[in-house]
C-alpha cells in the first residue's frame, strides 16, 4: 500500500522559519516526480513546488527564493523548507506524487503563519 505523510507544520510568527517532510512508503520510485501543493481557507488549491525524477526544481513565481525543495532518496522523503514565512503562507500543505495510473495525496499538514 502506497502512503505520503507530511510532518513539519505548526504555527510561527511572520519571519519564522518551517521545515515540512513528506514520507512515502509503499511501491513508490524514490526519484518520481514529487509536487507540494497549498490550500487556504476559501481559496483554491495552489502549486508551490515540484522536484523532478531528473532532480530539477520549479516554484511558484512568489516564492521563489524563499521555499526550496529537496529530496533524500535514502530516506524516500521530499523536503520543503520555508523561510521569511508570510502570513500569506497560512494553508494546510499537501504532497502529491501523479504516478502513471494513482495520484497520490498525503493527508496535510497545516501551517499557520502569525502578522
Known amino acids: 500500500q502506497v502512503q505520503l505523510v507530511e510532518s513539519g507544520g505548526g504555527l510561527v510568527q511572520a519571519g519564522g522559519s518551517l521545515r515540512l517532510s513528506c514520507a512515502a512508503s509503499?511501491?513508490?520510485?524514490?526519484?518520481?516526480?514529487t509536487h507540494w501543493f497549498r490550500q487556504a481557507p476559501g481559496k483554491q488549491r495552489e502549486l508551490v513546488a515540484t522536484?523532478?525524477?531528473?532532480?530539477?526544481?520549479n516554484y511558484a513565481g512568489s516564492l521563489k527564493g524563499r521555499f526550496t525543495i529537496s529530496r533524500d532518496h535514502n530516506a524516500n522523503t521530499v523536503y520543503l523548507q520555508m523561510n521569511s514565512l508570510k502570513p500569506e503562507d497560512t494553508a494546510v500543505y499537501y504532497c502529491?506524487?501523479?504516478?502513471?495510473?494513482?495520484?497520490?495525496w498525503g493527508q496535510g499538514t497545516q501551517v499557520t503563519v502569525s502578522s
Open positions: 502529491n506524487v501523479p504516478t502513471t495510473g494513482k495520484d497520490y
Open positions: 509503499g511501491s513508490i520510485d524514490s526519484f518520481a516526480t
Open positions: 522536484i523532478t525524477s531528473g532532480g530539477r526544481t
